[in-house]
């Protein structure tokens, strides 16, 4: 074989066991990992209204793209993010390095993260954990804080605004609230 072809095996290799790992963390937290699409990406981060010296959280982080975007949107924002299962989450750190943005991700669960200095807070999560964090938000948010929520609205809470964007085979439902 060829060093070129011996590289390519290599690679294909590589990439599948990466792809075993994330199905075994996936399958061990039992948290779907769905990344946003780039149209849902790109609205949220424009109806966030980002503005230089603000705190951006994502919290379920995934890949880094929402909080790739935003950096790129405001440079001067502070953007971090947590995602709780570690091969996720390490494709989030290479998605970050990658982009060469300036953007913090983390591994661990974010509702054991203090969030009291955030100013906008971006959301992909699953509705079993939405009652969660709102009660996290009254007791830690401070007032005037953003919301944005991709897909799943929080039960009860009034929403400042909602639209759709376009998505693969239907509409992505977008929520903001402000806290």
Known sequence: ????????????????????????????SRVPFIPSCTSAVQSMVKH?????????YDLG?????????????????????????????????????LSRVDVTLRCGNALKQDLRDADCIFLYLIPAVMPAFQQKFDRELKKGT???????AFPGR???REWSVPALRSKAKIYAYIW
């Open 1 to 28: 074989m060829t060093t070129a072809l011996l590289f390519i095996v290599g690679i294909l290799f590589f990439l599948e066991v990466c792809y075993i790992v994330i199905m075994l963390g996936l399958i061990w």
């Open 48 to 56: 966030a209204h980002l503005r230089a010296g603000e705190t951006v």
């Open 61 to 97: 982080a995934g890949d880094g793209k929402i909080l790739i975007a935003a950096k790129r949107a405001e440079a001067g924002i502070r953007a971090i993010g947590y995602e709780i299962v570690p091969p996720v989450w390490f494709i989030g750190l290479v998605q970050v390095w």
């Open 146 to 152: 953003r919301v944005i929520s991709h897909a799943f």
């Open 158 to 160: 009034e929403i400042e």
